[in-house]
């Protein structure tokens, strides 16, 4: 993928919006990360392969929030969600197309409240690590007392939150990801910016969400409950939800490929879903390929049809067969992308 050249918007109220655009296609929209830096990023080799692995058939638009990375990093910092929904439609009107939202971790609230505002202009919606209310995060003890850190010792804090969103990273890519976040935003900010994190709220928009839309969760997930993304699913008409397994919260950490698989094909970009026609599943299996979209095991699928957990895992492998693809979260995508759910 070659390299990025960074642009700038401007939102509602003349904020400076700094995005980059690299390949071809439509445009898939990723970014509002609550610590983000549109060139630091695009050093991380890991992110750039997470970038590459996503971008191949899209064209990879990311940004930076207003007074964040390079969006004028001296200038005022977008806390409101309303602010951080005008940032993003100011990248989308700058897009000029139809697009596709990638919404991670706070980002996805965001991106939520923009789809269920403009559906017009979303083709389809991926969520990553979401949640409707961020006061669930964690408790309000908990909250305050990394808020109160942050703000006391960004430097100390900065570490405990590398801490949490890589937890299987070594000691030293935890203290670039510290030294990251301080390049990223000042500790002042830092307070500003995980408290939005925590004061979002989209419960009132998910409703109206229209259209199709893939939600993803890591199972151990440190930085925001695993359950906070199922609730996410739950609450959207027709959404697709599709667990992975990992710790890390940062999507281009540890098993970036079965990840980005999910999210290629729900997009329609991976080779089953160019196929022409849909494969033949019998009912049984698309009982089972509806039980593995909603995120059971084997053995849950099992108890809940009242089959043997032997057969659930053979009706599993014969979907994927049949489907064509190497994993339980490929084929909950593609199958929502086909419409055999």
């Given at each position: 993928m070659p390299g990025q050249v960074v642009r700038f918007t401007g939102d509602p109220a003349d904020r400076p919006v700094a995005w980059a655009a690299v390949g071809t296609g439509p445009p898939l929209v990723v970014g509002g990360w609550w610590c983000g830096h549109l060139e630091l990023d695009w050093r991380n080799p890991l992110f750039r392969r997470f970038g590459e692995l996503l971008g191949d058939r899209f064209t990879l638009v990311r940004y930076d929030r207003p007074g964040v990375g390079m969006s004028?990093?001296?200038?005022?910092?977008?806390?409101?969600?309303?602010?951080?929904?005008?940032?993003?439609?100011?990248?989308?009107?700058?897009?000029?197309?139809?697009?596709?939202?990638?919404?991670?971790?706070?980002?996805?609230?965001?991106?939520?409240?923009?789809?269920?505002?403009?559906?017009?202009?979303?083709?389809?919606?991926?969520?990553?690590?979401?949640?409707?209310?961020?006061?669930?995060?964690?408790?309000?003890?908990?909250?305050?007392?990394?808020?109160?850190?942050?703000?006391?010792?960004?430097?100390?804090?900065?570490?405990?939150?590398?801490?949490?969103?890589?937890?299987?990273?070594?000691?030293?890519?935890?203290?670039?990801?510290?030294?990251?976040?301080?390049g990223a935003l000042t500790a002042e900010k830092a307070v500003r910016s995980l408290a939005a994190v925590y004061a979002f709220d989209v419960r009132d928009r998910l409703d109206a969400i229209e259209v199709p839309t893939l939600v993803l969760h890591r199972r151990e997930d440190r930085a925001i409950p695993f359950a906070l993304g199922q609730d996410v699913a739950a609450r959207i008409p027709?959404?697709?939800?599709?667990?992975?397994?990992?710790?890390?919260?940062?999507?281009?950490?540890?098993?970036?490929?079965?990840?980005?698989?999910?999210?290629?094909?729900?997009?329609?970009?991976?080779?089953?879903?160019?196929?022409s026609g849909s494969p033949r599943l019998s009912e049984r299996e698309l009982d089972v390929l509806r039980l593995v979209a909603q995120g059971l095991s084997d053995q849950e699928i099992a108890r809940r049809l009242g089959i043997s957990a032997h057969t659930a895992h053979r009706h599993v492998s014969n979907i994927r067969g049949k489907l064509g693809v190497s994993s339980r979260a490929a084929a909950a995508a593609h199958a929502a992308t086909a419409g055999l759910l």
């Open positions: 004028d990093p001296a200038g005022p910092l977008v806390t409101a969600l309303a602010d951080e929904v005008a940032a993003l439609s100011a990248v989308v009107d700058a897009a000029g197309e139809k697009v596709t939202l990638f919404g991670g971790s706070s980002g996805s609230c965001a991106a939520i409240a923009y789809a269920a505002a403009h559906p017009d202009r979303v083709e389809r919606l991926v969520l990553y690590g979401s949640y409707a209310r961020g006061a669930e995060i964690a408790s309000a003890a908990a909250r305050d007392s990394l808020l109160a850190l942050v703000g006391r010792h960004w430097g100390v804090g900065s570490r405990i939150l590398a801490d949490l969103f890589l937890p299987t990273a070594t000691p030293a890519e935890r203290d670039e990801f510290a030294r990251f976040q301080r027709g959404a697709t939800f599709v667990p992975l397994d990992g710790t890390d919260h940062l999507p281009w950490r540890g098993d970036v490929e079965s990840l980005t698989r999910a999210v290629r094909e729900f997009l329609g970009a991976g080779r089953v879903a160019r196929r």
